[in-house]
């Protein structure tokens, strides 16, 4: 649904398919368009949608389990969903130069890699040339941005709980928390680096990191820590 920043008249509405990712903004000669998480492509201006939906869903009864919001590199879209125990996916598509060649032809997919069979809540980041996801059971996993090989993957077992915050670069550290409120600052890079451990209270909310504050929604409160 799109709706008038002013007013709040609705604008225009296009089916879609239940999904939990917030859809990604991107241009192609200052043409506005989404990316769902669900490998749609939607035009910005008036809801319509061009070609099919590139993720493809192995569970059938399963196909609305895509929970984190797909990722816009350059002229790169990453978008990534899993099932615990049935099905782990994530996608590199490349975004035409022209509105011709995407309108007519969508979007290109680059690579379609299997990896982890689990729940993605987080929604991912990238940092330099590595992709960084973590599982809803707490596993930090790295890829290469280019190539989709996985560079390593590692339990962080000293957290408990589902891993519900989406990943953050926190300053040069990437932010990783579980609802249990553990939360682990990880160093970017190809080996698994962990500086520091923290733990406050029950949380599922992604922080925000402002300067040298984060702001992070608990069960309970509203909380801001320098």
């Known amino acids: 649904v799109a709706l008038d920043p002013k007013s709040g008249a609705e ?3 296009t089916p879609s398919k239940t999904i939990f990712g ?8 200052e043409q506005g368009y989404l990316f769902t998480a669900r490998g749609e492509v939607i035009r910005a201006k008036d809801g319509k949608k061009f070609g099919e939906e590139l993720v493809k869903f192995r569970s059938k009864d399963r196909d609305w389990a895509t929970f984190n919001s797909p990722i816009l590199d350059g002229d790169r879209l990453y978008t990534f969903r899993g099932q615990n125990g049935t099905e782990g996916d994530v996608y590199q598509f490349r975004i035409p130069e022209t509105v011709s060649e995407l309108e007519q032809e969508g979007l290109k997919q680059v690579w379609h890699k299997e990896i982890r069979k689990s729940r993605y809540y987080a929604s ?11 599982t809803d059971t707490r596993w930090f996993m790295v890829l ?5 090989e996985l560079i390593y993957e590692k339990r962080l077992e000293h957290m408990k709980g589902v891993a519900y915050p989406s990943l953050v670069l926190a300053g040069k550290q990437i932010f ?10 990880i160093q970017p890079g190809r080996e698994y680096v962990e500086v520091a451990r923290s733990e406050v209270a029950e949380f599922r909310i992604t922080p925000l990191f ?14 801001a820590i320098r």
């Open 124 to 134: 991912p980041i990238i940092v330099n040339d590595l992709l960084y996801l973590f």
């Open 22 to 29: 917030t859809p990604i903004a991107f241009e192609v000669e």
């Open 144 to 148: 290469d941005k280019t190539s989709g």
């Open 176 to 185: 990783a928390g579980s609802e249990n409120g553990q939360v682990t600052f």
């Open 210 to 223: 402002s300067g040298n504050t984060v702001y992070l929604r608990t069960k309970e409160d509203i909380r």
């Open 11 to 13: 604008l225009w509405r």
